[in-house]
């Protein structure tokens, strides 16, 4: 069974404060993204990362940073939270090799930042 | 640009109905189409993927159908229970990049 799981479920945190979001997945997957979920707005995606220590930007990468140290595991950054930063993030991962680049999702972490 | 819009945003309907929900995209040239549900306050699960080359997938309840001539692909949920409440949303992924345009969702209640 497919299995992508994220540190935490919950998180408050105080403005200017650096937040971690962690996020490991155990198929073996290359693809691992980033995404922060608003209501009326959908996903947008932060960034994304097809191999260890390789990132890409998304729609939205201002204010963001990630590791990829590890396959398994994809670190997203606030350097500096900001209110604006309060919402759903999302992780998720896919295969890179032929076929459906289904994408497989944790259950997200809900950030507050007061 | 991709652009991907799910109406209704909310759907209230009785418990046994048949309904559809809808999902339209306004380029043609998609890899994948890909149906998700989400429950409140949790992560998505995956329902059902369709390749640009099918005309549709099943799985139990679930029928999803693609049209990409014209843009659309609609998910059909037969005889609706309450515990089909949730999210659902679509995606479309373009081509051999890693990204997926993300329609904002239909909210769905199923009453008992």
């Known amino acids: 069974d497919v299995k992508v799981t994220q540190s935490s479920r919950y998180l408050v945190k105080r403005t200017g404060e650096k937040v971690f979001l962690e996020c490991v997945q155990d198929?073996?997957?290359?693809?691992m993204f980033w995404y922060r979920q608003d209501p009326g707005l959908g996903l947008r995606l932060i960034y994304f990362?097809?191999?260890?220590?390789?990132?890409e930007k998304g729609d939205i990468p201002e204010g963001y940073s990630v590791s990829r140290e590890k396959k398994e595991r994809f670190s997203l950054i606030l350097e500096s939270a900001s209110t604006n930063q309060t919402s759903m993030y999302l992780c998720a991962s896919s295969s890179l090799g032929v076929g459906d680049y289904e994408q497989y999702f944790g259950p997200g972490t809900r950030l507050t930042v007061t | 640009k991709q652009e991907v819009t799910q109406i209704p945003a909310a759907l209230s309907v009785p418990e046994g109905e048949n309904l559809v929900l809808n999902c339209s995209f306004t380029?043609?040239?998609?890899?994948?189409l890909q149906w998700f549900r989400q429950d409140p306050g949790k992560g998505l699960t995956s329902l059902l993927l369709?390749?640009?080359s099918q005309r549709e997938q099943t799985s139990g309840r679930l029928n999803a159908s693609l049209d990409k001539s014209s843009g659309r692909s609609t998910l059909y949920i037969a005889a609706s229970q309450p515990g089909d409440s949730a999210t659902y949303l679509c995606a479309v992924r373009l081509g051999s990049n890693y990204q997926l345009i993300w329609g904002a969702g239909t909210k769905l209640i199923i009453k008992p």
């Open positions: 198929m073996d997957h290359e693809n």
């Open positions: 380029d043609s040239a998609i890899y994948n």
């Open positions: 369709i390749q640009s």
């Open positions: 990362s097809y191999d260890v220590k390789m990132k």
